[in-house]
């Protein structure tokens, strides 16, 4: 079956401008992460869905980011007022249970100039 | 809280040497412990993982013990191939929460012909 998939795969962005980045997970998968991974931090954890429970919030960076699972499935990650240290990979990843494999998705790529 | 620390890299080496990569954690309770690999162009791959202590996973060739007295996760494999170029990631999640991985900072590894 499909893996998780994200898009767009590239966004280059003003500094200043909101961005959105979007995931589809593993169709049934009812866990969804999302991390960030840059040269300077390396793979953090930003925030973690889990069925129709309260998202776990605890990694993102600061109130200029914020994510929403619509339906139990697609994801949205948005970050406002973007800023060059937000420059990163922005990876998703789903599981059937918080305590199996995470399967990753290819990633967004986002540049802020 | 918890943590991996992974044999900073990079890493090169012949086709056919032996290949260690040295992983150890900090973490409470008993987490699982997953090597996931990043080849070129491609996104995050469990490569294996091992859930408790003692335990032992593989997967192509690759291995790696989970020791709970020493904390550590080290990776193996005997003989590596040009196509095992990559960068490698330890990581660990925790049995309570959110189960959201941890990284290593990643160690690249070139295998020259």
């Known amino acids: 079956g499909a893996g998780v998939s994200q898009s767009p795969s590239n966004k280059v962005t003003e500094k200043g401008k909101d961005v959105e980045l979007r995931c589809d997970p593993i169709?049934?998968?009812?866990?969804l992460y999302w991390y960030r991974q840059s040269l300077g931090q390396g793979l953090e954890f930003l925030i973690y869905?889990?069925?129709?429970?309260?998202?776990?919030k605890s990694g993102l960076p600061s109130d200029r980011f914020s994510a929403e699972r619509t339906g139990g499935s697609v994801s949205t990650l948005t970050i406002q007022r973007t800023q060059q240290e937000d420059s990163a990979v922005y990876l998703c990843?789903?599981?059937?249970?918080?305590?199996?494999?995470?399967?990753f998705g290819p990633g967004t790529r986002l540049t802020v100039l | 809280g918890n943590s991996v620390t992974q044999m900073e890299g990079p890493v090169t080496l012949s086709e056919e040497a032996f290949l260690t990569i040295n992983c150890t954690y900090t973490?409470?309770?008993?987490?699982?412990l997953f090597w996931y690999v990043q080849y070129p162009g491609e996104g995050l791959q469990l490569l294996l993982k091992?859930?408790?202590?003692?335990d032992k996973g593989s997967n192509k060739g690759f291995e790696a013990t989970y020791r709970k007295e020493t904390t550590s996760f080290h990776l193996e494999k005997g003989s590596v191939q040009v196509s095992d170029s990559a960068v490698y990631f330890c990581?660990?999640?925790?049995?309570?929460?959110?189960?959201?991985?941890?990284f290593g900072q990643g160690t690249r590894l070139t295998i020259n012909p």
């Open positions: 990843a789903s599981s059937s249970q918080g305590y199996n494999e995470q399967f």
């Open positions: 169709s049934g998968h009812t866990a």
């Open positions: 869905f889990q069925g129709n429970s309260a998202p776990d």
């Open positions: 973490a409470t309770g008993y987490p699982s």
């Open positions: 091992a859930t408790k202590a003692d």
């Open positions: 990581a660990l999640n925790s049995p309570q929460g959110a189960q959201k991985l941890v």
